[in-house]
């Protein structure tokens, strides 16, 4: 059985920082290209970064400069570094295979606000 499980997020200063993790059982990060998404109220939810299994990395225009991607294949573990946070960044963030997705976890909630 796969299980995602996103954690670290939390209310936050603008221009504060948060490091989110992502933890799966039952599927080998590995093996895929993995992806943070975001959803937030009212909206659909969009792929903000990826990275592949040779470490290639994508970003979201909106995101790229202030976030980093990046993934510990030993354990099993995917990040999201976040610097520079701004109120539209608000919302829960999720991670999963870019291309064979998995049944989504719980998300992380991401508040930025004064």
């Known amino acids: 059985q796969v299980q995602l499980v996103e954690s670290g997020g939390g209310l936050v200063q603008p221009g504060g920082s948060l490091r989110l993790s992502c933890a799966g059982s039952g599927i080998i990060f590995s093996s895929y290209t993995m992806g943070w998404y975001r959803q937030a109220p009212g909206k659909q939810r969009d792929l903000v970064a990826r990275i592949t299994n040779g470490g290639s990395t994508i970003y979201q225009d909106s995101v790229k400069g202030r976030f980093t991607i990046s993934r510990d294949n030993a354990k099993n573990t995917v990040y999201l570094q976040m610097n520079s946070l701004q109120p539209e960044d608000t919302a829960v963030y999720y991670c999963?295979?870019?291309?064979?997705?998995?049944?989504w976890g719980q998300g992380t909630q991401v508040t930025v606000s004064s």
């Open positions: 999963n295979a870019v291309v064979f997705k998995r049944p």
